[in-house]
């Protein structure tokens, strides 16, 4: 990608600051039409897209997401999230575009999967919130099921100061970080390289054996030394699960969650979740702008 020139990809806002359009509601995001580098297999049913947008990548931080939809006709007509796998720098180390992975699972990402070098996909972002920094300095846990690892490379990097994101520098955070990433089955391990590159050490579990720890990630973990602060995205049951550890230790836990959207900016109220209130009962919060990231202590888990 760094080799591409800005007058052969385009990144295009679709009208300039966007003052009539429905999604600007006064949030620190943009509409672009952006150009597909690159669109590769990773894993069983699994693939990362590489998107030329520069003004995108020099503000999205790690723990934020994206939204995506087709510009090749209506159908599907609403777009869908994608979490921040990470930037892509050109050689003078500037932001010029971002990586997501993504899952087939539907018709708009088995649309994806068709898509070639030079196809274009309407994207608004960055959405949400990041990741907080960690509290303590010394060694931070990522916990993954299913696809609930694309958030977290770009994580470890700033985490362990390798890439600063959303124009910061890079600083580092903590001295380890260790990925624990629990799938079905060793053909649904992606990215894997990617997080050892990064920096971290990665711990692998599997609901068949045929890699890792046989079993639940969450059981894993508990094998291994204590953190500081445990950050997740996976399954519900396995933020649940993830969210009791941290609690019974005593110490602080962000989850991700993968809930279904359908704008990513708030207008709908399709994507809530339950969160506890200061009287003792609970309320709905949109994941899209009140998360994707909350803390573990905020959630009610059952209503």
Same mark, same amino acid.
């Given at each position: ?15 300039a ?13 943009q ?28 503000a ?26 990470d ?18 699972v539907?018709?708009l ?73 629990g ?6 391990a992606? /990215? ?7 920096? &971290?050490?990665?711990?692998? %579990?599997?609901?068949? #054996?045929?890699?890792? =720890? @046989? ?16 950050? /997740?995205c ?6 649940? &699960?993830?969210?009791?550890? %941290?609690?019974?230790? #005593?110490?602080?836990? =962000? @989850?991700s ?33 009140? #998360? ?12």
């Amino acid at each position: 990608m760094s080799d591409r020139s800005e007058s052969v990809l385009q990144c295009v806002p679709p009208v300039a600051d966007a003052p009539a359009s429905p999604y600007n509601l006064g949030m620190s995001f943009q509409q672009y039409t952006t150009p597909i580098v690159e669109n590769v297999r990773i894993a069983r049913g699994t693939c990362q897209i590489r998107l030329h947008c520069p003004e995108l990548a020099a503000a999205i931080r790690p723990g934020q997401f994206v939204m995506v939809r087709s510009t090749q006709g209506t159908d599907p007509l609403l777009g869908r999230p994608f979490a921040l796998y990470d930037t892509v720098l050109d050689d003078d180390g500037k932001p010029i575009g971002i990586d997501v992975v993504y899952l087939v699972v539907g018709k708009l990402t088995a649309l994806l999967a068709t898509l070639k070098e030079g196809d274009t996909l309407e994207t608004w972002g960055p959405l949400g919130n990041g990741f907080p920094d960690p509290v303590g300095d010394k060694h931070v846990a990522l916990v993954a099921g299913g696809i609930g690892q694309t958030p977290f490379l770009a994580h470890i990097r700033e985490l362990l100061g390798a890439r600063g994101y959303g124009g910061q520098l890079p600083r580092r955070r903590v001295q380890n970080v260790s990925l624990y990433y629990g799938v079905r089955s060793a053909d649904l391990a992606a /990215g894997v390289s990617d997080f050892q590159k990064a920096g &971290a050490t990665v711990h692998l %579990a599997s609901n068949d #054996g045929s890699i890792g =720890h @046989l079993g639940f990630v969450t059981d894993l973990l508990a094998r291994h030394v204590a953190s500081q602060h445990v950050f /997740g995205c996976g399954p519900e049951p396995m933020l649940h &699960a993830l969210a009791g550890y %941290a609690e019974r230790r #005593g110490i602080p836990c =962000h @989850l991700s969650l993968e809930t279904p959207m359908a704008c990513g900016v708030g207008i709908c109220f399709s994507c809530v979740t339950p969160v506890k209130t200061p009287d003792g009962g609970w309320d709905y919060k949109r994941v899209c702008v009140d #998360g994707p990231v909350f803390d573990a202590r905020s959630l009610q888990w059952s209503i």
